[in-house]
């Protein structure tokens, strides 16, 4: 991809620095006034859910209000991000999803929300996206996956946490470099896509290389042959990323971020933002989310909108050129 990682990681303490700090009852009102709710667009169970619960825990402690997390899934996040689209704009409805929030706005004709209608709050982690596979698919490898479904054309499916995502866009990308067919089969969120693997119902799954690595290490039931991202991930040091195998087509910008209704007043995505950036770059928290096999990444204001405008155009240009096929 043509954006640097390296480069917004590293300003994104100065991002978050930058925001200066403003008295949310300067205008007679106290903000939070009751329980913030986050949204997410996934299934319980998986990373989103595990964030915002990890994220939740520190904003309340931060408001003195409860944090109750709300899972709505479907659509490739698209339901999750109308619902908080449309919500009062008061800073006490959050929607936590991943770069789909955005990508259905270049694939979809009617989403149900428009870009406009989210205001940014900050990015909150790189999102690795991993390639498993069942422990009876012979293969430990890319290479060796590939000459498989080639061996055995038209019987090996691959799962992603949606239509029109990033893991799909990695799916069919890999279809195209590599001149293979694998069927793509959509999930709500990598959680369910897993349960399949494991089951054996799919053969191979792009999702969250957290998720897939826990269930290598816990039971032996998948394997992960490869990761997006520059470098390899310091939870999967032995697993080379994709670039490495000769794919560099499947390193595609994943991201999370948390968002609030467009009209919501400034002063409170501000504040916000300062906390979520202090919040993602505890040592604790830096850790924990390392640990679940993805990178810190608190980008705030006009940073994080530049990044995401770059993402967007990488998907957007593979999306004209016609791989991706959003009626599957």
Known sequence: MNISRRHLLGAAAGAAAGLSAFPLNAQGSKFPSKPIQIVIPTAPGGGMDIFARLFGQHLTEHYGQPTVVVSKPGAN???????????????HTLLLTYSAVQLNT??????GYKWRDLAPITSTVLSPVGLAVNANVPARNMQELIAYVKGNPRTVSYGSYGVGSVAHFMGESLNAAAGI????????GSNPAMM????????????DVGLFSREEQASGRVRVLGVNGEKRLPLLPNIPTFGEQGLSQLDLPAWHGLFAPAATPKAIVDDLAREMARIIQTPAITTRI???????????GN??????DGAGKVLESLFKSGRVKIDS
């Open 77 to 91: 996040a698209a339901i999750a991000a109308a619902f908080v689209a449309g919500a009062v704009p008061d800073g």
């Open 196 to 207: 399949d693997l494991i089951g054996g119902q799919i053969g191979v799954a792009f999702g």
């Open 303 to 308: 940073a994080f909108n530049d990044y995401v």
């Open 290 to 300: 390392r640990e679940m096999g993805f990178e810190p990444f608190a980008v705030t």
């Open 181 to 188: 067919d694998m069927r793509h089969i959509p999930y709500k």
């Open 106 to 111: 270049i694939t979809m004709p009617n989403p």
